[in-house]
């Protein structure tokens, strides 16, 4: 079983559209990261969320953190093709702070 | 470099043989994890080294598998009888201070085809 739960695993969306994707668990988490792969490569960090209820902008993507550090989301506004890739969501936890991460969602933005 | 390096970059490997595959983390991080990613797929975690403490082992898929981290640095994780199952994407990530929820640094993966 998936400690992180995220959906939806697959979106694909005209160029100009809204989207979300959300990332959940029954567990509380230290912090939670949000990281985007794009095929060949390894993730690479677009955040990280620390504080329950917190709100970060970046340009047009916008993470919130729960407030009870259990789930998170990622809005993506007005959608571009070079947002395509792979999201994923990332929660430390436990000692030592080890990161764990959800299945992914794959985004295909169509031009 | 500066990156985490992963070697080699694509192994094929006939069933039954053992593999190893290698991870150079940035020079510093304490903390080294090895993930599995099938294609398309989210990663699944194998193993956690953070400094001098024992590793977290709990994702590690069977006894078939193990790693060690040599003088906290390089890291090797090898495969033992291997299963066309363990075919993946095998991405190693490090950090400096998880503790402070720090950013991980992936290595490009060593791509794992068992025939």
């Known amino acids: 079983t998936q400690l992180l739960e995220q959906s939806p695993q697959f979106l694909s969306i005209q160029e100009g559209e809204n989207l979300t994707v959300y990332c959940n668990s029954s567990s509380v988490f230290s912090s939670l990261q949000w990281y985007r792969q794009e095929p060949g490569e390894g993730p690479v960090l677009l955040v990280t969320?620390?504080?329950?209820?917190e709100v970060k902008k970046l340009k047009r993507l916008t993470f919130q953190f729960g407030d009870a550090r259990k789930d998170s989301s990622l809005h993506i506004t007005a959608a571009q093709p070079g947002d395509t890739g792979l999201y994923l969501c990332?929660?430390?936890?436990?000692?030592?702070?080890?990161?764990?991460f959800g299945a992914g969602t794959i985004l295909r933005v169509k031009s | 470099g500066a990156g985490v390096s992963q070697s080699p970059s694509n192994k094929v490997t006939e069933k039954g043989k053992d593999v190893e595959l290698r991870c150079d983390p940035i020079?510093?991080?304490?903390?080294l994890y090895w993930y599995r990613q099938s294609l398309g797929q989210g990663l699944e975690f194998l193993i956690y080294f953070q400094g001098n403490s024992a590793p977290d082992k709990s994702g590690l898929p069977s006894d078939r598998f193990s790693a060690e981290r040599t003088g906290g640095s390089v890291s090797t994780l090898t495969i033992q009888r291997t299963q066309q199952e363990d075919s993946a994407v095998y991405l190693c990530a490090s950090s400096s201070q998880p503790e402070s929820a720090t950013e991980a640094f992936f290595g490009q993966g060593t791509r794992l085809t068992v025939v």
């Open positions: 990332a929660g430390a936890y436990g000692y030592g702070n080890k990161l764990v």
């Open positions: 020079s510093g991080h304490t903390a």
């Open positions: 969320v620390v504080t329950g209820g």
